[in-house]
Structure formats: C-alpha cells, structure tokens
C-alpha cells in the first residue's frame, strides 16, 4: 500500500547530462513609490538601457550573472546597490524564470524583488546628481509607462506587480516604500498607488487604527493642509511572514 | 530629482564572469495525505534513497539535472512522473535554493511542491505493486518522522510544509488531496493534518459553507458512523492564484 516500499527494477532515472548549457543569471524589480507634484506618488522602477545585443536599445531589468562564489539573494542585492546606491527596505526572491525560449542562449533567472523607501531614493539621486556619478544608462519610469523590453521583462514587472498588489493584501509590505515617520494619508497613498484604486479616508483610517501596527508620535505635518499627526511603524514585526529559511537563502532581508 | 534620467562616469557594472561552474538542478517536495487505519489520515512524502555520494545512505527530495531543453516546470512534472507515475492536483513552484556551501559541488536547486491526491497514491501504488514496476530506492515517509535527509532537503521540507500551512489560510489548496467526492469530515481532516492542530467540526462546516466553492451531491458515504453527505468542489475556480506567469513558466499545473 502507500505506506510499503515501492521496489522494482525501475530506477528513479536522474538524467547524466550535466547541465552546463544552462546560465544563471539574476535580476532585480526594484520598485519605489515616486512623488509627482501635487498629484499622488505613483510606483516606479529602474530600468538599464542595453546598448550591445540582444535587445539593444531596449530596456532590461538590472542584473548581472550570479558569480561563483555567490548566493542569488547576494547577486540581487549586489544588483540593487550597483544600480541605486541604496539598500532595499524589503527584498524577496519572486521567482525563477526558466522557459526555454526565454532567451536566445539557454539563461535561467532568478528574480527578485526589492521596495525602496520614497526618501532614501530622492536623497540618493540628488547626491549622484551632485557627485556626477551615479550609474550610467540606468532611468526610472513609471511602471504604467515603460519603454520597450527586452526578453521576458515585461512579463516579469507584470508578475512583480500581482505578487505586491496580493501581499498588501496579507502584509504590511507597503510600509517599505515609506520613510520613518508618516501620516495616514501618505500610507493611503501608497496603497492607492499600489492597488490602483481609490480607497475612502475613513475606512481606510478605520482598518489600519483596527491592525493596531502603527504608534503614534506627538509631531504633526503641517502645511497648506491641516496638521496631520505623524506615526511611526512597528518595527518589532517584519513587513511580511519570512518562513523558515536560512539566512543564506533568507527570502527578506 | 527622482525622475530624471542618473548619468555618470560609473557603469552598472554586470561581470563578465560566466557561470559555468554552477548547475541547475531540479527538486520537487511531493505531498499527499496518507490514512493511517481508523486514526486520522497524516501528511507524507515520497523520498530517495541515495546510494551514492555525496551523501550516501541518506535520503533525498526526487529530483535531478534541469535538461538543456527543459523548463524547470518541466523537471519537476518528469520527476515526478518519474517518481510516483501520478500528475499532481497541484503543482507550484516553492523556492531557488541557492547558498554557495549547500551542496559539495556548486548547485542552484530549483524547487517546486506538489500535492497528489490520496485515492490516486492509494490506486498507483496497489498498481505497481501487482506490476512490480515501482521505481526502487523510493519509499514514503509520514512528514513528522523524516529519515537523515541529504543536502539541505531537511530545511526544504521545513520551508515547503511552512508555504502550505500557510497557503491554507488563503487558498482552497487543501482540496488538492482529496477525491472528486468527500465528506466535510474529510476535508476538515485534511485542513488538521497541514495545520497540526484540532479544528471545532461545528466552526469548520460554517467556515466551509459560508466561503460557497462546495457543490453538495444527492450522495451520502454509509458506514459505522451515520450517512455523511458527499460533496464535491467547484472545479471553475483554481485551488489558488495564479497570477500573470505565460504557461511555460506557470507556477501551477
């Protein structure tokens, strides 16, 4: 029966073929909620301008392959440095790409996905700008208007898309792209953002004072508006459930 | 600002180092509920014994090399063929594993889970037990009795029991091991198996109802207990998300 040892003459066969033709590589969707005026921030992304072929002129996801001596979650957050100068407030693997006809030579990809924090991102590239050195062919575009891509790219921003607008839905992931310090209407923002929908004040205000994650300082913005208190996240809970990797594998750091 | 296009003397640099000294194996942990005579049914999964080294004597998750013309879904739907002769209910993938120190040579494995249902395992096994054509060196173990795992399949498995127990909260995941027609003491059995835990049979019945994806039939199961109805599931629905993945990279088959 199911629980007895299945014994036979067939062997499980474990193909000899080494797989050598196979290269791995990484890329990493790093996304971050950008201000535009008056108007509400909206997600953009990072994107490296490809000058040799394949797909050149077209826009690629930064990467790079993943070194010998490297885990894939180092490659993404080696990718992520090289490309923004940043540290990323969350970085989860997303997924391993492996379609045969992904690109002209066989390229596996492991794929991540990074949040950066609105005001690390406006710091950084005002310090580049002044330094003159930030990384050359690298541009951020709003994710509902990208440029050209090339392999499977879009394909996988969209996916990235789908996993984060489902993981607000069951984790605090959206806090990533906030600075410190917040009011509610900026976390509402970013979920707006994210979720491409209006959501009501009130509700809103409602469910995250109900999640009881966020503490209250005594400091208000002030501006053309009301003041409007301040609050601070929780930092004692992770973002999002981390699970039972090791650190070497960790999926969030 | 933000917005603009970051130019400088410094490139995103992409090493030029191909990664021909790391391979790509496949791994699939494949799970089903197995019945345990009149006490209730508990989670188990089909291992290898390996007979080789590395970690010769031990056990290991099936799997092997990803072929250079294969996708990894692929690898894992071969390897489980291979494995048990069954498709699954359910198949997704779980995670890269990638640490540099995981294995003695350098392998990236990429590792996806599966559930099967229970009365196919009990029918295929029973077959290939008449046939005598099981594949050898496989034997299934209760998920809470393990044997010394190879490799770091022990923290695999840990992470893979983790995603399910998990997903259950979400997903009619559960589904996925059990028969086109069950009792709601069936599927309350197998939602206690992934979460180790009791759940209150009268709670159970109206969380079940109230989520509307159970179609009851005219059918009812007789035996020492009194007639249980037999319901099945509503098949137009997926047991879980998707998402926007192109069928040959597809989490779930």
Redesign the interface.
Known sequence: ???????????????E?????????GSTVIL?L??SGDAAPRL?IPL?HRTREPFADRWAL????????????DTAARTLA??TGLAPSYLE?L????????SPT?V?S?VYWALLRQDD??AQ??A??A??????????FDVDALPALAF?HA?II??AL??LR?KVG?SRVAHGFLPSEFTLSDLREAYEAILGRHLDPANFRRQVEAAGNLIPTDRFRTGSHRPARLYRDNTDVELA?R????P??T?IR
Chains 1, 2 share one sequence.
């Open positions: 029966m199911v629980g007895g040892t299945l014994r036979s003459s067939a062997e499980v066969k474990v193909p073929t080494r797989s050598e033709e196979i290269r791995v590589a971050t950008r201000p953009a490296v930064p990467g790079g392959w993943i070194a010998a001596d490297e885990s894939p979650v090289e490309t693997q997924y391993a790409f492996g379609a045969v006809d992904r066989r596996i492991i991102v406006i590239s005002a580049h700008v330094a003159g050195r930030a990384p050359e062919n690298v541009e951020w499977d394909d969209e996916y789908w996993r489902n069951y459930a699970g039972p990797l090791s070497a594998e999926s």
